[in-house]
């Protein structure tokens, strides 16, 4: 399949922008409009992804910038206090998502993490051209 046509890409970016919604359905009505059918949160797949795409054996996490420790992202700063319980949680919970991404390849899923911090409204086109590469197999896990 070729790239979408700029005219394509408008369409599934329509509407998305002005709506008030969440990291997640962001992702989730892009992909619809992309024309990919998926499930969501399958219990028996390793960390639960968000979203599962068993046709392609492909799966997308979508990941609280802070909860996940995003390296190097503003949204993952530290509280001042209690730095030492929230550095340990955060790095258990990176650990666990490591360890989840592994066990999928393993399975032979190909995995995506989108972080928050990439969805943002004035950069929906930079994410459809993320989901494109990956649902296309040009990009893999660690997109960015
Ligand atoms: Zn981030």
Known sequence: MDSF?????????????????TPELIV?????????????????LPGK?????????KVIF???????????CKKSQLPKTN???WQSKIRKNKSRDEKSINKLLEMGWQCLVIWDCQIKKKDIEKLVII??????????????
């Open 131 to 144: 989901l494109e590469g990956f649902m296309k197999g040009e990009m893999d896990y660690d997109n960015i």
């Open 83 to 85: 730095r030492e319980f």
């Open 5 to 21: 046509s700029k005219e394509k890409r408008s369409q599934i970016m329509s509407n998305v922008k002005s709506k008030n919604t």
């Open 62 to 72: 979508i990941n609280g910038c802070f909860w996940h420790g995003h390296e190097n």
């Open 49 to 57: 992804p968000d979203i599962v795409l068993p046709k392609y054996k």
């Open 28 to 44: 989730r009505r892009l992909l619809h409009r992309m024309g990919y059918r998926f499930r969501l949160h399958r219990p028996d």
